[in-house]
């Protein structure tokens, strides 16, 4: 990492720099937590006139499965699903403008 960042650098952030190129990798478990770690490096990291290329990706990581629940006279049945579980990560790419 970069000597500019601070110790408590998060972990699901990693950085890579050569020359006048950063590409950062930010892994979230909810797309709020990608937004956050997004808004941090933009913000740390970004300057005027740098150009900026983001890619992003949700990938299923799992599933739970709810079981259907019976009625009874105050509730009516509720049929069983199943919820998707993702992981969001985003490459983001400054490059430092050429003067």
Request: charged share 25%; net charge negative; with cysteine.
């Given at each position: ?7 408590d650098?998060?972990?699901?952030i990693v950085l ?13 478990e909810?797309m709020?937590g990608?937004?956050?770690?997004l ?7 970004m300057a005027?006139?740098?150009?900026l ?5 949700a990938?299923?990581?799992g ?5 259907p629940?019976k ?6 049945p ?7 579980e ?10 430092t403008a050429?003067p």
């Amino acid at each position: 990492m970069s000597d500019e960042l601070e110790d408590d650098w998060p972990e699901d952030i990693v950085l890579a720099e050569e020359g006048a190129v950063r590409v950062f990798w930010i892994k979230a478990e909810d797309m709020q937590g990608l937004v956050d770690g997004l808004a941090l490096v933009l913000g740390e990291h970004m300057a005027a006139g740098d150009e900026l290329h983001v890619t992003y990706n949700a990938m299923q990581n799992g599933w739970q499965e709810h079981q259907p629940c019976k009625g009874s006279i105050l509730k009516a049945p509720q049929p069983g699903w199943t919820e998707l579980e993702f992981e969001y990560s985003a490459f983001v790419i400054l490059r430092t403008a050429r003067p």
